[in-house]
């Protein structure tokens, strides 16, 4: 059964050594091949922690963590592991390692000992990949903070890995590296068929996904696409989330009287409506 999915978990718990109680608690989670998951939750709630638990950079404390049909807890298979689910983290300055972007994504495959003929291909292909390749020479430190994610996330596909795991990886970006970086990972996941798990607290960014996923206290309190989740406006925001502004936007028109459908989630989508009640054709 787990080789239907890229990612499972099952009824994952997981305890800090300092804390008295589980940070998370009986989580699951199955991620198909090709799948885009969005993960939601307010700081603290635990999505960090699952995100290191479908890594394999932590042990569940209880329950069981599968990555492309490897167990986490399987110790021969760490490396295997952590190639097969590649992990973007929220600073792209703690990821990138050399003083030249070609030399900085060849660092995971040096360790691995591929081939150099090979490793030159794999470092072309990524590059060209996140669109990159005129920077192959160029120092990391002298880009711009999308370019270095990108650059990131160039590392992590030389390593071919069938799932990419993003832990707030738009974060410390202002509005064009996000959309740059987002706009990326969203074509790989198209394209090449990769598996996505995108934690983010950006709304915007969620609509995209096929599917949302919000923790909240370490279990999980809502799941379903994205036109589910966000319609449910006020279950949101007693969970300390926004939605996105033009699902707030719908239900605050609905509550004033329009009668707008449900599942507004896009500007365009909302001008057509609106258009369509203010503006009837003749």
Known sequence: MSEAYRILAEDVS???????????????????????????GHNGSGKSTLAKLLNGLYIPTEGKVTVCGMDTTDEDRIWDIRRSAGMIFQNPDNQIVATVVREDVAFGLENLGVPHDEMLARIDKALAAVRMTD???????????GQKQRVAIAGILAMAPLCLIADEATAMLDPSGRAEVLGTVRRLNRE?????????????????????????????????????????VEEMRRLNLDVPQMAALA????????????????????????CARLCPSN
């Open 192 to 232: 090449e068929g990769i598996s996505v798990i995108w934690i983010t607290h950006f709304m915007e960014e969620a609509v995209q996904a096929d599917r949302v996923v919000v923790i909240s206290d370490g279990e999980i309190a809502m799941e379903g696409t994205p036109r589910e989740i966000f319609t449910r």
């Open 14 to 40: 997981y305890t800090y050594e300092e804390s008295p109680s589980p940070v998370l608690k009986k989580v699951s989670l199955r991620v198909k091949p090709g799948e885009f998951v969005a993960v939601l």
């Open 135 to 145: 920077y192959a020479e160029h120092a990391p430190h002298t880009l711009s903070g």
């Open 251 to 274: 239900a605050e028109l609905r509550a004033a009287g329009m009668p707008l459908p449900e599942g507004i989630m896009t500007v365009e989508e909302m001008t057509e409506e609106v």
